[in-house]
């Protein structure tokens, strides 16, 4: 029957026997003027072109490179396959600046320990510990109070000078990089007072004075002694600080301007010679508002320049007896100033 035999044995031999045919599912790119069945195919990585070694025929375009990248980022030659860790610092030449820290998670073996042990011997030397930590700070202070990258790396240089030549043997850390950050604030252009840098940095203003002061006669940065110093110090004068305090005040950009003016006609005129730049600014910014008809309470000015509001009151008093040599005569032409509103004794809300 049929059924007997439904999967004969002979016939299940002769189909294995029998040979299969599919498509063929390796891909080869074959060069078409070549036509050579093993072709020679190159990978240009540095153009991204897949070229035919044969004729030089371009197969194909914009390649992308799989291999490992070994680039060198030393500054001198020879191989560098470090690809871990932040950019260096050319300040710390010589210095290790990546840190390696053993946990203590051992499963009771003993063996963190021994790592340990190892690692504290291999470490760097104090003064080199000491330096990477001020480093740090400074960067940390710096970014805390919006200051520019330029005026971190002349702190950091000003301090490991400082640190080379022992200038400040015995100061705190602290206060020797506030006296690096006032020095680079000048030496940038973008004058900070005392008061802030004490605020910033939780440093006494006598002990910042006192490394200020060494700082400025070891590195020859006194008021004259040479151009770029005396340059450096007329930074710091009160029109230079007028920016950052119209801004907190929300003041317009002509009060600015003006105010700059009235300083530098009083400066000529000797009117509050020996006052602080920061007093200075305030009364001038005080005297400016009510000039233009925009009073600003002497509080709101006191909060931002950081002085009582009597020194603001009392700069003020100082221009108000020289007001008309003070302001120009082409705002009061042109109406945008008023001598009427300057009273002896303003009161604003």
Not at 71 to 93: C, H, I, K, M, Q
Not at 146 to 158: C, E, G, M, N, R
Not at 190 to 203: A, D, K, Q
Not at 228 to 237: D, E, K, P, V, Y
């Amino acid at each position: 029957m049929a059924f007997a035999k439904p999967f004969p044995l002979a016939q299940v031999a002769q189909k294995s026997q029998q040979p299969t045919f599919g498509p063929d599912l390796a891909v080869r790119l074959i060069c078409p003027e070549c036509r050579d069945p093993n072709p020679n195919i190159v990978e240009e990585f540095g153009s991204g072109d897949l070229v035919c070694g044969s004729c030089g025929l371009v197969l194909g375009d914009r390649i992308v490179d799989t291999r490992s990248e070994w680039r060198t980022f030393a500054n001198d030659e020879g191989d560098d396959p470090s690809r871990v860790g932040a950019a260096s610092d050319p300040l710390l030449e010589g210095m290790e600046q990546l840190d390696t820290v053993i946990s203590f998670r051992d499963g009771g073996s003993g063996i963190a320990r021994e790592l340990q042990r190892a690692a504290s011997r291999s470490q760097n030397s104090r003064s080199e510990r000491n330096l990477l930590t001020a480093f740090r700070d400074i960067g940390s202070w710096c970014d805390q109070f919006s200051l520019p990258k330029t005026i971190s790396d002349i702190a950091k240089q000003l301090y490991k000078r400082s640190d080379e030549e022992k200038l400040l043997r015995g100061k705190p850390l602290e206060a020797v990089i506030a006296a690096c950050i006032f020095i680079a604030c000048r030496q940038a252009h973008v004058p900070r007072t005392f008061r802030e840098i004490c605020n910033l940095t939780h440093v006494s203003k006598k002990t910042l004075g006192q490394c200020y002061k060494a700082l400025e006669q070891a590195f020859n940065l006194a008021p004259g002694a040479s151009a770029h110093s005396a340059n450096a110090a007329s930074t710091s004068g009160p029109e230079n600080l007028l920016v950052r305090y119209c801004n907190h005040l929300d003041l317009p950009p002509n009060v600015q301007s003006i105010c700059g003016d009235i300083i530098v006609a009083a400066r000529k005129l000797g009117i509050a010679d020996g006052r602080s730049p920061v007093s200075i600014a305030g009364g001038a910014i005080f005297f400016t508002c009510l000039l233009l008809g925009k009073p600003k309470p002497a509080r709101d000015i006191s909060a931002v320049a950081g002085v009582s509001e009597g020194t603001i009151r009392l700069v003020y008093k100082l221009y108000l007896e020289e007001k008309e040599q003070l302001v120009k005569k082409e705002l009061i032409d042109e109406g945008k100033a008023d001598l009427s509103r300057i009273v002896f004794d303003p009161v604003t809300k």
